[in-house]
């Protein structure tokens, strides 16, 4: 396509939100309009499942519950006055509890205000506060964030090291629908045992983000602990960033959560369009469809063009593959359906992996994230007339030039900064472009069964582990990994037996005594000190 085709293709497909001053620009993605004519019928289909699931539809027939995350910007759009109480008077006391936290109002027992805040969850419930602390924190926050987001002891104890003395003028949040996950629990249970090494009071420096009579609601009651806040059933957890999940974590630290909102309700607004070219979700959802040949045979490669947005790749990344990486379609069928998503951020990786990108393997496109404010304030020049920022911009569009002269796809999502209005407007922006994308391809975006069937494997490990150890237990002489399965009757399972005793056997545990070579399992014998 020579340069007058191209810049006039540029224009017909260019989408510009004049209130966000927000762009989308699919023109790199190279349909063409038979191609668009034909997903008609499916974006039709999709605009009216969309509308069904903000007006209250059952989404998730596993857990017989709605997806209401459209609702936490604009309470008006929930179906009942229930539901619209819940929604503003959970932001109400979320607004009240940080005001009063940052003030010294509500303060730790031994210090006088809170100075940091250990944010203990896993997935959803990390992913969204990471990334917006990153993005969005000012420089000097009234309290610094921390997150325990693994069930790693070493990262543990790194952070509570960090931490040191501060710990006592810590506040803990601990994020769990549940309040049975266990990568959350164990990371709470470290915590409170930190505290407690140290004679401070735990329920003086937490809070609960739970569902209604959770085992951490009752636990937090019953403790006394500072305040609990509801993780409604009708919020996933990757779409839970403008919930108490993410809210209560950004308004601690001084991030303006109305503005977030706003800026999300905005793009709610824009992505409602039932029209492909005025609804700038819809024209990623195309753009994925195009490029996968809807059944994400290409990778998305996201390339964000600024350091506070480095975790927006890793953001997207559980929203798009947990919501769209499924087995089954609706109607039963196996379709093996997902969308892989990758990425770092501009310019690092034009010196990591865009030589690949441009000359190797064609199995992705990219997605840039542009933003035009290079900063606050003026910048020196570094050559004349040259600023870091103009070498920035500048390595962006080359790098998207370079790309689609070797056939290589793109599309580019422009922001004018990086702004609680604009992040928000960028999370509500992809979480539309997921709801349409499943509905194009028949998947059902709120459910997630691979992430159950990974929780009940993990917990019949440990219960294989407390076989072992009774056994252990019961017998003196040292016995072989197929003695020692057969007599656990798990036979099927030595495999996970040897790894079980590699790990007891490298971490002291239990009195685990094992003679032979760990290189060559079948001369393993283990035992049990007494």
């Known amino acids: 396509m020579d340069a007058a085709a191209l810049w006039k293709r540029y224009q017909d497909w260019l989408y510009y939100h004049h209130q966000l001053q927000f762009y989308v620009d699919i023109s790199r993605i190279p349909f063409d309009e038979s191609f668009v004519e034909s997903l008609h019928p499916k974006f039709d289909r999709a605009f009216r499942d969309m509308e069904a699931l903000e007006g209250g539809a059952i989404a998730n027939p596993d857990e017989n519950r709605m997806v209401g995350h459209y609702w936490l910007r604009d309470p008006e759009l929930a179906p009942d006055n229930e539901l619209k109480q819940e929604v503003t008077q ?22 006088d205000r809170f100075t940091d805040i250990i944010s203990i969850g896993i997935g959803g419930s990390a992913l969204g506060p990471q990334f917006v602390a990153q993005a969005l924190a000012p420089e000097n926050p009234p309290l610094n964030i921390h997150f325990i987001d693994n069930t790693d002891p070493a990262g543990i104890d790194r952070l509570l090291h960090q931490l ?22 164990n990371g709470m249970v470290e915590v409170q045992q930190a505290f407690a090494a140290k004679n401070l009071d735990f329920p003086k420096h937490a809070i609960a983000v739970t569902g209604y009579g959770s085992k951490l609601e009752q636990q937090a009651t019953a403790e006394g602990w500072l305040a609990t806040f509801p993780m409604h059933d009708w919020i996933g957890g990757r779409t839970s960033e403008m919930s108490a999940v993410g809210l209560l974590p950004a308004a601690l630290q001084g991030i303006d959560i109305q503005e977030m909102l706003l800026g999300a309700k905005h793009m709610d607004e824009a992505t409602r369009q039932p029209n492909l070219k005025n609804n700038p979700a819809a024209l990623l959802a195309m753009a994925w469809y195009f490029e996968g040949n809807g059944r994400g045979e290409k990778d998305m490669v996201v390339l964000p063009y600024k350091d506070s947005l480095l975790l927006f790749s890793r953001y997207l990344q559980q929203l798009i593959m947990e919501s769209l990486g499924k087995e089954k379609d609706l109607d039963g069928n196996t379709v093996h359906q997902g969308i892989a998503v990758y990425g770092n951020k501009g310019t ?41 920022g103009d070498y920035l911009s500048g390595l962006m569009q080359g790098t998207r030039k370079a790309l ?56 019949a490990v440990l219960k294989l582990q407390q ?27 030595i495999e996970s037996i040897y790894m079980i005793v590699r790990h007891l056997h490298a971490n002291q545990r239990f009195g685990i005594l094992v003679e032979g070579d760990f290189g060559k399992p079948d001369t393993l014998k283990v035992s049990m000190s007494s």
Do not use: W
């Open 90 to 111: 959970t932001l109400d006391k979320i607004k009240n509890f940080a005001s009063e936290v940052r003030s010294g109002k509500i303060r730790p027992p031994q210090a």
């Open 164 to 185: 040191g003395d501060r710990l006592a003028s810590s506040l803990a949040i601990v994020i769990s629908k549940s309040g049975g996950t266990p990568e959350t629990r």
């Open 348 to 388: 690092t990786d034009q010196h990591a992996y865009v030589q690949q990108l441009r000359e190797g393997v064609p199995n992705f496109f990219v997605t840039f994230i542009e933003v035009l404010q290079d900063r606050k304030g003026e910048s020196p020049e570094v050559e004349p007339q040259v600023t870091s």
């Open 404 to 459: 689609y002269e070797n056939q290589r796809h793109s599309l580019t999502v422009t922001i004018p900064g990086v702004t609680p209005r604009t992040v928000g407007a960028l999370i509500a922006l992809y979480e539309r472009a997921v709801g349409l994308y499943a509905s194009l391809v028949n998947v059902n975006a709120y459910h997630q069964p691979g992430v159950e069937a990974g929780k009940k494997a993990a917990a």
């Open 467 to 493: 076989q072992l150890l009774q056994v252990l237990q019961q017998e003196k002489a040292p016995l072989s990994l197929s003695e020692l399965a057969d007599k656990m009757d798990a036979r099927d399972d």
